[in-house]
């Protein structure tokens, strides 16, 4: 498998290294200015006429160990031996698990080893998304990926697959061959801390009450001062909810807003009535080797050739608490890896992954995600 990073210049319309016109498939992260701009999907179309073409907006893009606020890029892979197929789906939160079962459907077929999932995180119920999914394919087939991002703004996140990218609109890689290795690894490193509470009202995104009381109350309580910040104190303060009936299921949630009428709170995912809930805060340290920790989990089964790609899925919400220490986590990414695989991603609105807890694939907040796929010799 050989892998292309290529940086796109937006003062010259064009990209910032010569263009091979051999690869399978193109994965693309940047701005929702620039990756509209007809230039840019020309540019890919054209160098990449026979590829399947895939990506989304970031306000982050991991390009090596940079950390690139306002710029996109393009990273094209060509297979050895195995093959793709894109599926693709107009989507909205209430229809998200259909449009996960067609596509599931759609790519499932003899040797698919993984999926590669990208999609519009305004307008999905992501957790019914991966539900039709996981019902309508193998157990062992990967499912990895994320949600389109703008930053912390929250307006408009776009995906395009083989076409320009629009919204309400998810996209699925699916990677076929015997010779595939799909690899992933998924951390946080937040620390809990106050006692744990029990969801008892919540209905969709939003967290009306813990142990009965207003959520937000409860919330507004244990940040003190930090409260006077909300909303934007919360992405410094996410969630951590668990199943009682399996407490290995754990996932990080991160808060949208807040609304001080009905004192609730707004979740980027569904959180679950009956679950219980814990704050969370990060040390820095703590939250780089959250990082060092997913890229471990996956290097533990890469193959050592010279070829491959480690994808990379962060949170904005770690982007936002980490600020300029954020390139560390990235290095630390980067420190477990051999040479030869070329590192890249962005930051996103959830992480698609499967927990080292449970070992099932779920939508995660405020993690790095980590994906490997190369091929064996």
């Excluded at 160990?65 to 909205?92: H, N, P, W, Y």
């Excluded at 998810?170 to 969801?199: E, K, S």
């Amino acid at each position: 498998m050989q892998t292309v990073l290529m940086r796109w210049r937006d003062d010259a319309g064009a990209f910032d290294c010569e263009t091979r016109s051999d690869a399978d498939f193109v994965l693309y992260f940047g701005p929702n200015a620039t990756i509209s701009d007809d230039r840019f999907q020309s540019a890919l179309r054209n160098a990449y006429p026979d590829a399947r073409i895939v990506g989304c907006t970031t306000g982050t893009a991991i390009c090596g160990v940079d950390l690139c606020d306002e710029a996109a890029f393009a990273l094209a892979c060509s297979l050895d031996r195995g093959t793709v197929k894109l599926a693709q789906s107009e989507i909205c939160r209430e229809n998200s698990y259909e449009s996960g079962a067609a596509l599931a459907r759609d790519l499932a077929g003899p040797d698919l080893a993984g999926v590669l999932l990208l999609c519009d995180s305004l307008n999905v119920d992501g957790i019914a998304l991966l539900e039709g999914m996981r019902a309508n394919l193998p157990g062992g087939v990967v499912i990895a990926g994320g949600l389109a991002s703008d930053g912390s703004a929250f307006e408009r996140t776009i995906v395009g697959a083989d076409c320009a990218p629009r919204e309400r609109f998810v996209a699925a890689l699916g990677l076929y061959g015997t010779g595939m290795v799909i690899n992933q690894g998924c951390a946080h490193g937040w620390d809990v801390f106050g006692p744990p509470r029990r969801i008892t009202k919540a209905a969709g995104l939003e967290l009306f009450e813990l142990d009965g009381k207003p959520a937000l109350d409860l919330y507004e309580r244990y940040l003190g001062p930090d409260a006077a910040e909300l909303p934007a104190a919360a992405l410094r303060f996410p969630l951590l909810i668990e199943n009682p009936d399996n407490p290995t299921e754990q996932v990080v949630r991160t808060v949208l807003n807040v609304d001080h009428q009905k004192r609730s709170m707004t979740f980027a995912s569904p959180i679950p009535e009956g679950w219980s809930a814990r704050l969370m805060r990060g040390a820095l340290d703590h939250l780089t080797e959250g990082a060092r920790v997913a890229a471990e989990q996956a290097a533990g089964q890469s193959v050592q050739n010279d070829g491959g790609l480690a994808l990379l899925i962060s949170c904005v919400g770690r982007r936002v608490v980490m600020g300029q220490e954020t390139a560390d986590e990235v290095e630390a990414v980067s420190s477990q890896f051999f040479s030869g695989l070329l590192q890249a991603g962005f930051y996103s609105h959830g992480e698609i992954s499967t927990s080292s807890s449970d070992q099932r694939c779920g939508l995660h907040n405020q993690t790095m995600t980590v994906v490997t796929i190369q091929e064996a010799a």
